[in-house]
């Protein structure tokens, strides 16, 4: 249920997201990470700001992001099973239930996505067209994520390896299940 919801909405906004993108001149995030909370509104930040979105707008422009920042190199289809490994996570009762939630959550001292680091690609990278043609896939009911709730770069090896499922490999990245 709470997944159709978001899907629905948006999906009012995944077709024109590109459009939204180039027209608003957006640059850098529309959600801060947490550890610049305090930090001024920068004068490219004022002009757009999350007040002129609403929340399912967010949500299209956090998923089109993550994808970039974690799958840039990739297919339309490796950077929609980025998003659809978030959708799952949010669908999951083992983590937080909405998007935002789900990408800004710690993993010990860090955060469960490396670029949502501080300094990481999150703050480097903007959804490109094929990032927003990969949400409208997921958004239209594209998933071949078999469940995915984890992925990480092939070749590596040790903490998904050794307490997950592997479920499949795509393009440079490995996705894996809970046990």
Request: proline share 3%; aromatic share 12%.
């Amino acid at each position: 249920m709470k997944m159709r919801k978001i899907q629905r909405n948006i999906s009012a906004v995944v077709a024109c997201g590109a459009m939204i993108y180039l027209a608003t001149g957006i640059s850098g995030s529309l959600h801060k990470h947490p550890a610049y909370a305090d930090e001024p509104v920068t004068e490219c930040e004022a002009t757009v700001t999350e007040e002129d979105y609403n929340w399912y707008h967010k949500d299209a422009y956090l998923l089109a992001k993550i994808a970039m920042a974690e799958a840039e190199g990739e297919d339309t289809v490796g950077k929609a099973l980025v998003i659809r490994t978030v959708l799952n996570r949010v669908e999951s009762d083992k983590f937080p239930n909405d998007v935002e939630g789900v990408l800004y959550q710690k993993a010990g001292a860090g955060w469960q996505f490396a670029p949502m680091e501080i300094g990481g690609r999150w703050y480097t990278t903007e959804p490109d067209e094929d990032c927003w043609e990969a949400l409208y896939m997921v958004q239209t009911g594209w998933d071949e994520s078999l469940g995915a709730l984890y992925f990480e770069q092939a070749g590596s090896t040790g903490w998904h390896n050794d307490n997950l499922e592997f479920l499949f490999q795509h393009g440079g990245h490995c996705f894996y299940k809970e046990k």
